[in-house]
């Protein structure tokens, strides 16, 4: 086992950072080691922008979510002109918890213990008898909550512990642009379902990132995303990305039974994109429907999987049986994936072998996630420490995923 001080040393990384045709997968210990899991919670978790849910959650004042992003636990509201807030859950009296789950607030966040109040921007408005003796030099105002970054793209809502992490627009790089054509911002949820998983969190994104799979693990699915319509689709931005082009019904057209969404263009109304964004959100994103899965991590090989179905705003009225098809479809893959993935970290956990090889065609997004982990676990800080990838060209073909499928990929072969 590598002692936990040597994951901050690039000579731990050997493997991920050779050329992809080069590349290993990463050490066992990085999905198995409580050591390692301590450390990716402090240097990825508490420095990266992580997914703590959807816009829709949260869309109105009065309604506060508490979600754990690391070790730390942290609140978000709306004030009352819209603004997203997010906090530390902590009081500043004497650091008592605030909430311990979704709720609605009525305009004042108070702690359980001594009734300290915090306006929704975070100001603290109450003491309640604290002023009876009096403090010199006390000042309400030098006792706000301790702000968090929190931002939204589209539907994703995403919070970031550290100052120093460059912001979310440019986390994301080019991906908005990229999925503008879908008008994200107005989609809704529809259901919601969560999951706890047998394994590491890096390996439920592993595969969804790579297709080398698909025929084997997802009958079914490779009748409608054919392993010849798989193109690479990732610009500049901290995410892996693949699309199905075109997604067929064939024999089994379940995910296509819904109204697609009013206005999309051409390649976005026949494609299927499979989206990773760094360190946390897998989503697939069809013409009629949106699948996200947050995946927080619980333990080495413990992973909660928060499953949301979004639905565009042109697709006013869906029921619970209406959206079977659809429902059945993505949880029968996704049963598939868990028992893959399962099996992976039992074979990680009691063989301990060293990685191989990865696939230069099916696995470059592998390649591209394992060097961001080795980014956020080498860098003194994101700020100077974090290569966001170029990905594809920037051609019209590349950003719609259109063109070629290159084996190995083109920007591997110029390096």
């Known amino acids: 086992m590598m002692d936990m001080a040597d994951w901050t040393d690039e000579t731990a990384w050997a493997g991920t950072r050779a050329p992809l045709r080069e590349s290993t997968g990463l050490n066992p210990s ?11 919670q402090e240097l990825v978790f508490e ?8 816009a829709p959650e949260v869309a109105e004042p009065g309604r506060m979510l508490v979600r754990s992003v690391g070790t730390k636990s942290i609140l978000i509201t709306r004030d009352t002109d819209g603004e997203l807030r997010g906090f530390l859950n902590t009081c500043r009296h004497r650091g008592t918890e605030l909430a311990d789950s979704d709720c609605d607030i009525a305009g004042t966040i108070r702690c359980p213990y001594h009734r300290w109040g915090y306006g929704i921007d975070g100001t603290l408005v109450a003491t309640p008898f604290f002023d009876e003796v009096p403090r010199q030099n006390f000042d309400k105002a030098d006792y706000s909550l301790h702000s968090v970054r929190v931002d939204t793209w589209g539907p994703l809502l995403f919070a970031c512990l550290d100052a120093e992490t460059p912001s ?31 394994a590491n969190w890096k390996l439920i994104s592993e595969n969804f990132q790579e297709y080398y799979h698909l025929t084997w693990v997802h009958p079914e699915l490779a009748k409608v995303s054919r392993v010849n319509d798989h193109y690479r689709y990732q610009g500049s931005g901290m995410y892996c990305g693949q699309t199905t082009t075109p997604v067929s019904g064939d024999d089994r057209d379940d995910w296509l039974v ?97 990685a ?21 676990m080498t860098a003194e800080s994101l700020a100077t420490g974090l290569t966001i990838p170029p990905g594809d060209d920037g051609s019209e073909e590349s950003r719609l995923g259109t063109g070629l499928n290159p084996a190995p990929p083109t920007i591997e072969i110029s390096s």
């Open 30 to 40: 990085a999905y198995v080691d409580e050591r390692f899991f301590a450390l990716e």
């Open 168 to 198: 979310l627009t440019e986390w994301l790089g080019d991906l908005p642009e990229r999925m503008s054509g879908y008008g994200f911002d107005d989609w809704r949820i529809q259901e919601e379902a969560t999951l706890e998983i047998g």
């Open 356 to 376: 191989g090889p990865l696939a230069p065609r099916f696995e470059e997004p592998l390649h591209r996630f394992h060097n961001m982990l080795a980014d956020c």
């Open 47 to 54: 420095r990266a922008w992580v997914i703590v849910g959807t």
């Open 258 to 354: 819904l109204p697609a969404a009013d206005g999309l263009n051409a390649s976005d109304a026949e494609s299927g994109r499979h989206i990773a964004i760094y360190p946390n959100v897998i989503f697939s994103v069809l013409p009629n429907h949106v699948f996200v899965m947050r995946l927080d991590p619980i333990a080495p090989g413990v992973t909660r999987e928060t499953c949301t179905f979004l639905l565009p705003p042109s697709t006013t009225s869906v029921s619970h049986e209406e959206m079977t098809p659809t429902r059945d479809f993505w949880f029968d893959i996704n049963n598939e994936d868990i028992d893959i993935c399962e099996r992976g970290q039992r074979g990680l956990t009691r063989g301990r072998i060293a």
